[in-house]
């Protein structure tokens, strides 16, 4: 089962513009991830939020977490036609449990 | 600094028949976890592997077994094969002190298919 989801599942915008992905999960966590993923392989990791944190950046990356809500969103600023990709939200529940992820939200950036 | 390396990258197997993949990790990490992406979803842990024991399983019938050795390579094997294992098959690692579960590294993956 899949414990983050994604929204929206597809995302379509234009080279310099802004692009906001949505994720909700459902039980506690200790940690929210955000993973990267070209053309169907490996995953690269992006950026990792706390459940202590509220917002963080990386770069072009900006990721904030609301656990009242259980609900993460990524921003990716100024986008570029090499951010093109699939892009997945995983939690971890913490010791002596596994990384969860999501089913993925496509971005296609447009030049 | 080698990264997750994976092989094969590509398989092609019957029904019935048993596949092994192989992983071998990041330099300097000591935990494997394997995961299986079916077409447009997202990965599904299968299990993790620290010390040559799992530590962790995924809702994965035991058809799916592994295994991983002194230099911490690890080795993912499904008997008894059913269309529906047709899947990416990941591999990712992470290093216990960092906590296994955190930054994994993943590799490029086996494009396995069970025709």
């Known amino acids: 089962s899949q414990q983050g989801e994604e929204d929206p599942q597809a995302l379509s915008i234009q080279e310099g513009e802004n692009a906001t992905m949505n994720c909700s999960y459902k039980t506690s966590i200790n940690n929210l991830q955000w993973y990267r993923q070209n053309s169907g392989r490996g995953l690269v990791h992006l950026i990792l939020?706390?459940?202590?944190?509220r917002e963080k950046h990386s770069g072009r990356l900006r990721v904030t977490l609301d656990t009242s809500k259980k609900s993460s969103s990524l921003l990716i600023t100024a986008s570029r036609a090499a951010d093109t990709a699939s892009y997945f939200c995983a939690t971890d529940a913490g010791a002596n449990s596994k990384l969860t992820f999501g089913k993925g939200i496509t971005l296609s950036v447009r030049p | 600094d080698a990264g997750v390396t994976q092989s094969p990258t590509h398989l092609i197997k019957t029904r019935g028949q048993q596949v092994t993949l192989r992983c071998s990790p990041k330099?300097?990490?000591?935990?494997v976890s394997w995961y299986q992406q079916a077409l447009g979803q997202g990965p599904q842990f299968i299990f993790q592997y620290y010390e040559e024991e799992e530590r962790q399983r995924g809702n994965f019938p035991d058809r799916f077994s592994g295994h991983q050795f002194p230099n911490y390579s690890s080795e993912l094997n499904v008997n008894a094969l059913l269309l529906g294992d047709s899947a990416l098959y990941l591999c990712a690692s992470s290093s216990i002190q960092g906590a296994s579960n955190e930054k994994l590294f993943f590799g490029s993956g086996t494009q396995l298919s069970v025709l």
């Open positions: 330099s300097g990490h000591d935990t």
């Open positions: 939020i706390r459940s202590n944190e």
